[in-house]
């Protein structure tokens, strides 16, 4: 079975800090896609970003990048400089490569950004 | 602009109502899907459809129907048999089903009980 852990339910940070969401999963499978979502307090959950697992490279974009680590079997994303407007809770998630009707989504991390 | 379209925002269910919440897509997508989000809890799916005129149960569809006449339409009952439907649902679409597509999603419905 699959399964993603958000360990973090809550992290608080001040302006211009850097911060770390957590993100570990579990699958038999040897292929699968790992994404994260960003859901603002508007209700829309908002792709970030999309890895399959052959694929190790780290990811930047912008001030957002994103460790993925098969040995530890994690996926982390980092917010570089925080500003105010990330304030949102965060899901990771995990689909195997033939269906993502089968998408596990962790609990989510709520990150609150403080001026 | 593209996009999915929850309607409504809000939603107010009595006891013994049935309450349908809309979804509408132009991104053309063939896969849609509806999930139902719990405080502090992840998204769990309640039904997904890959093309018109079929769906699947997801893993919570007791006390909810669906229906897909249409591919741009998915709408969603929550029928009196769910016992506890106040939560945020939100519906989602993508271009196919296999795992390296990524689901859009509409702004959502939240249900709650008069």
């Known amino acids: 079975a699959q399964k993603v852990t958000q360990a973090q339910t809550e992290i608080s940070v001040v302006e211009k800090e850097d911060v770390t969401l957590d993100c570990v999963y579990e699958t038999r499978d040897t292929t699968y896609y790992l994404f994260w979502y960003k859901q603002p307090p508007s209700g829309e959950l908002v792709f970030l970003i999309r890895r399959n697992s052959f694929d190790e490279q780290n990811e930047i974009s912008g001030r957002y990048s994103w460790n993925f680590q098969k040995s530890t079997s994690s996926f982390n994303f980092t917010i570089t400089a925080s500003q105010v407007v990330d304030s949102a809770v965060y899901f990771c998630a995990l689909s195997d490569l033939y269906n993502n009707n089968d998408m596990r989504f962790g609990a989510g991390t709520r990150l609150t950004v403080k001026p | 602009d593209g996009g999915i379209t929850q309607s409504p925002k809000y939603l107010f269910r009595k006891e013994g109502q049935n309450v349908t919440l809309s979804c509408e897509q132009n991104?053309?997508?063939?896969?849609m899907y509806w999930y139902r989000q719990d405080p502090g809890q992840g998204l769990r799916l309640i039904y997904y459809?890959?093309?018109?005129?079929?769906?699947q149960k997801g893993d919570i569809a007791e006390g909810y129907s669906v229906s897909r006449e249409k591919k741009e339409s998915f709408p969603l009952t929550v029928t009196s048999a769910q016992k506890n439907p106040t939560a945020f649902y939100l519906c989602?679409?993508?271009?196919?089903?296999?795992?390296?597509?990524?689901?859009?999603f509409g702004d959502g419905t939240r249900l709650s009980i008069l």
């Open positions: 991104l053309n997508h063939d896969a």
């Open positions: 459809s890959q093309i018109v005129n079929d769906f």
């Open positions: 989602a679409s993508s271009t196919g089903i296999t795992g390296n597509q990524p689901q859009h």
